[in-house]
């Protein structure tokens, strides 16, 4: 499961002695920087479109080491805008020859932090109680690996070679770890491929889009990271994925693509909310500042909510910083979906009153909310719908979002009917017969406890549409 308020940093140092880093906000830290001292150590940071996940790669340039040391941890983002870690991982690379190593843990509680100071990147480490400077370095300092389709390339560090195999065709590029591969047990960590229509993708498992390609032709191309949705590691002596399978997992999240062969990549394009629904956005305004009627927001897809809070306001104008929108990927698709709600605390924070979706390039709308109808975005990938049918009768309805498409397909339902049974009142649905009113009639103990799952709701700080411009 995705989690989006979480930062996470992917250390992979190949060091002969102890070296740190500091790191902050994406646009200061990402690309390429170097131990201040001697530029022996070079650093890769990369970043996703949302800017809140980081990946960072260090290694000797020198390739004649007899030892190498790898740092591996996830942090996250405080208030003061430092990254904490714990749970670091430091492994010892003891080389044979050339092509051969062994592993050994040195620890896995490490601790520290990363931050940015006068354009300098230090990284400190509580665990060796060590601080080192990096400034920005010659791109050249360090060759990357190239990989080439048909249509586009993707580069990985040159220090991770020797640990994967790549099959390339004419739209796609699959990254394995060797050593899973050999031992029989699959050994895919990513792959990379161009697809014509987003109906060819959209219900494939671990696919998310990146961004867009337009070939020579002009024919346009959705371009989608895909991961495993299954264990690709020997399993039988790891209880665990070996550390360079993780590498080459995390990786396929920051690879660098380029078009070739006449064709133009395109990051994030047909990702990101703010470049999706301006228009929708636009209406929502309109819609406001000239006090739509019930009707004519049900005939243009909008929820009967705007009108009722416009009642309660004497300006047009103050109604639009009470609504507000987010993007936000619901189904883990790549794509955000758009969000309109009322701003609001309590158990009113996060309500969604719109949803709009993209469906083959195109926002759609998907779902309409009300004072007894509300949607909520839970547990970062579903959608709960809770409703009331009287003083006795009330439940939450859970769904997914389908990728590229407005359906809400049914996970399971809950719901409190004292008109049904008053003694016993608790009930539960699953899947299709959710459609269907078939119910379970269970304990309050059972009911609780499978409910729970689905009480943390993503309460959405919305930008007031007061601010939208056009």
Sequence with gaps: ??????????????????????????????????????????????????????????????NNLAQKDIYRFKAKLDDNGVLKYKNGTHIRRFYSDKNKFEDKVNYTDG???????????????????????????????????????????????????????VKTEKDKISVFH?????????????????????????????????????????????????????????YTKNSEAPDSFKILYDIGDVINIKGIKGSTYFKNQGTDGVDLYK????????????????????????????????DGVNNPAKLLDKIGYAYYDVNADGIDELLVGEIAEGNWKGVVYDMYTMVNRKPQHAVSGGSRNRYYVCDDAFICNEYSSGALESGVRVYILVENSTELYPQVSFKYDGY????????????????????????????????????RYERFNYIPLSEVKF
Aim: charged letters at 30%; hydrophobic letters at 35%; aromatic letters at 12%.
């Design 111 to 165: 601790t520290g932090t990363i931050s940015i100071n006068n354009n300098e990147l230090i990284w400190t480490d509580d665990k060796d109680n060590t601080k080192t400077e990096f400034i920005r370095a010659n791109k050249d300092l360090l060759k990357d690996t190239t990989l080439k389709s048909k249509l586009f390339s993707v580069t990985l560090p040159e220090e991770l070679k020797g640990f994967y195999e």
């Design 178 to 234: 060797k050593d899973s591969k050999k031992a029989g047990f699959g050994g895919f960590a990513f792959g990379i491929k161009a697809y014509k229509s987003p109906s060819d993708y959209a219900v494939l498992p671990g696919s998310r889009k990146v961004g867009e390609l337009t070939d020579k032709k002009g024919n346009l191309y959705d371009i989608v990271l895909k991961h495993p949705t299954d264990v690709q590691y020997d």
């Design 1 to 62: 499961m995705k989690k989006k308020t979480i930062l996470t940093a992917v250390c992979i140092l190949f060091l002969a002695e102890s070296v740190f880093a500091y790191c902050n906000s994406h646009s200061e830290i990402t690309g390429r920087w170097a131990e201040k001292l001697s530029e022996r150590v070079v650093m890769d940071v990369y970043a996703n479109k949302n800017e809140d996940i980081y990946r960072i790669f260090m290694t000797w340039r020198e």
């Design 279 to 310: 228009d929708i956005l636009k209406k929502h305004v309109t819609a406001i500042k000239e006090q739509w009627d019930s009707k004519k927001l049900e005939n243009e897809n909008m929820s009967y909510m705007y009108k009722v809070l416009a």
């Design 420 to 455: 049904a049974n008053p003694k016993k009142p608790w009930f539960l649905s699953y899947g299709s017969d959710m459609n269907e009113e078939k119910w379970e009639n269970v304990s309050e103990k059972t009911y609780r406890e499978r409910k729970q799952v689905f009480n």
